[in-house]
């Protein structure tokens, strides 16, 4: 009887899906996804999308800090760029989106390497502060600068469109997130398969061991801090375009701690991860509306604490899985895989 997980070719140890079941069952998945509009109503239709958009930006902080081991609480401040980005550019320039969207992630790439220069000197809780000043310092901009961004009243953006082409719902909206999360989740896969993603990596592990074999610890660094906010960038872009109005107010603090627990929960140093996290903590809420609601005639007191009740659930989520799961819903996913993979002889 054949037991384990027997490779014996490069090309087999390369392979980012190891069996034709696993990659059946992705095309199966893909198949599954592609179809969601059909069935679900537009409420689900719009879980679903900014589910996907969570993956993404989960993903950009996941290079960063799970990757790279470099704490940054300023998600929330680059999904903003990206967001405003895409109103500048679309609306005020009036590009199509397969031009607006990159354009979004390379501007958001600039400023989070801007913001990443602090990294070289910086490391840990020093660094995450600085991080945290780089939100107040954009939330700043983006409330006064009028004449870009609407300040505090917001702006508006139109809906993605390449010349007849207009993707001006969510059903619509959705063929355009789910390929580009898809796209992105492969090439952050990849990433981590090549020198650059070996380097960021090493310098998690250990940056001083790293810079002793020849990495270029600055460069790599920055490099990071570029490719993570082009991720979040995009998913600003992709934000942006499903809100259609953004304002300072879409992008607070809690929002960047939010997706930190996303990586936390799902498993930091995992693309898996990324996705898992961002689903458990995008639904939380809406689980917990669906709970709270019918209870709310006969307790009518937990409409009015239901953003309490949300926060105090979510803590209490990070704090079980610190406790009981430590390394994340990936890493007991994996669990589960390699016990069926080794049966009958799984001890």
Same mark, same amino acid.
């Not at 409330?143 to 961004?149: E, V």
């Not at 996705?275 to 709970?291: D, K, N, Q, S």
């Given at each position: 009887?054949?037991?384990?997980?027997?490779?014996?070719?490069?090309?087999?140890?390369?392979?980012?899906?190891?069996?034709?079941?696993?990659?059946?069952?992705?095309?199966? $998945?893909?198949?599954?996804?592609? +179809?969601?509009? %059909?069935? %679900?109503? =537009?409420?689900?239709?719009?879980?679903?999308?900014?589910?996907?958009?969570?993956?993404?930006?989960?993903? =950009?902080?996941?290079?960063?800090?799970?990757?790279?081991?470099?704490?940054?609480?300023?998600?929330? +401040? $680059?999904?903003?760029?990206?967001?405003? !980005?895409? +109103?500048?550019? !679309?609306?005020?320039?009036?590009?199509?989106?397969?031009?607006?969207?990159? @354009?979004?992630?390379?501007?958001?790439?600039?400023?989070?390497?801007?913001?990443?220069?602090?990294?070289?000197?910086?490391?840990?809780?020093?660094? +995450?502060?600085?991080?945290? #000043?780089?939100?107040?310092?954009? *939330?700043?901009?983006?409330?006064?600068?009028?004449?870009?961004?609407?300040?505090?009243?917001?702006?508006?953006?139109?809906?993605?469109?390449? =010349?007849?082409?207009?993707?001006?719902?969510? %059903?619509?909206?959705?063929?355009?997130?789910?390929? @580009?999360?898809?796209?992105?989740?492969?090439?952050?896969?990849?990433?981590?398969?090549?020198?650059?993603?070996? #380097?960021?990596? #090493?310098?998690?592990?250990?940056?001083?061991?790293?810079?002793?074999?020849?990495?270029?610890?600055?460069?790599?660094?920055?490099?990071?801090?570029?490719?993570?906010?082009?991720?979040?960038?995009?998913?600003? !872009?992709?934000?942006?375009? /499903?809100?259609?109005?953004?304002?300072? *107010?879409?992008?607070?603090?809690?929002?960047?701690?939010? /997706?930190?627990?996303?990586?936390? &929960?799902?498993?930091?140093?995992?693309?898996?991860?990324? &996705?898992?996290?961002?689903?458990?903590?995008?639904?939380?809420?809406?689980?917990?509306?669906?709970?709270?609601?019918?209870?709310?005639?006969?307790?009518?007191?937990?409409?009015?604490?239901?953003?309490?009740?949300?926060?105090?659930?979510?803590?209490?989520?990070?704090?079980?899985?610190?406790?009981?799961?430590?390394?994340?819903?990936?890493?007991?996913?994996?669990?589960?895989?390699?016990?069926?993979?080794?049966?009958?002889?799984?001890?």
């Amino acid at each position: 009887m054949k037991c384990g997980d027997f490779r014996e070719t490069y090309v087999e140890d390369m392979a980012i899906f190891e069996t034709a079941f696993a990659r059946r069952a992705l095309w199966l $998945f893909l198949a599954a996804m592609a +179809a969601v509009p %059909a069935f %679900a109503g =537009g409420f689900w239709l719009d879980v679903v999308n900014r589910i996907l958009i969570a993956v993404v930006a989960a993903t =950009g902080l996941n290079i960063l800090t799970g990757f790279t081991g470099q704490i940054s609480l300023g998600n929330a +401040a $680059f999904l903003s760029v990206g967001a405003y !980005a895409t +109103a500048a550019l !679309a609306g005020k320039a009036g590009l199509p989106f397969p031009v607006v969207i990159p @354009l979004a992630g390379l501007i958001t790439a600039a400023v989070g390497m801007v913001f990443g220069i602090p990294s070289l000197r910086l490391k840990g809780l020093y660094l +995450a502060v600085a991080t945290l #000043a780089a939100h107040f310092v954009i *939330e700043f901009a983006v409330t006064h600068w009028d004449s870009m961004t609407g300040g505090v009243n917001g702006i508006s953006i139109p809906a993605a469109a390449a =010349g007849p082409l207009s993707l001006d719902g969510d %059903a619509r909206l959705y063929y355009l997130i789910l390929p @580009l999360t898809v796209g992105m989740l492969l090439f952050a896969k990849n990433l981590f398969r090549t020198k650059v993603g070996k #380097a960021f990596v #090493a310098i998690r592990d250990q940056d001083i061991s790293a810079e002793v074999m020849g990495v270029n610890v600055f460069k790599y660094k920055l490099l990071s801090f570029g490719v993570s906010s082009f991720y979040v960038g995009v998913a600003g !872009a992709l934000l942006g375009y /499903q809100a259609r109005i953004i304002s300072p *107010e879409n992008f607070p603090i809690t929002l960047a701690i939010d /997706q930190l627990g996303m990586i936390i &929960i799902g498993g930091m140093g995992s693309i898996l991860g990324s &996705i898992f996290g961002a689903v458990f903590i995008t639904l939380l809420p809406e689980l917990l509306r669906l709970v709270v609601g019918p209870l709310s005639a006969t307790f009518p007191q937990l409409t009015t604490l239901f953003s309490s009740l949300k926060m105090g659930v979510f803590g209490l989520a990070i704090v079980l899985f610190l406790l009981f799961e430590p390394d994340g819903m990936a890493a007991r996913w994996h669990t589960i895989k390699n016990y069926w993979k080794l049966y009958p002889f799984s001890y």
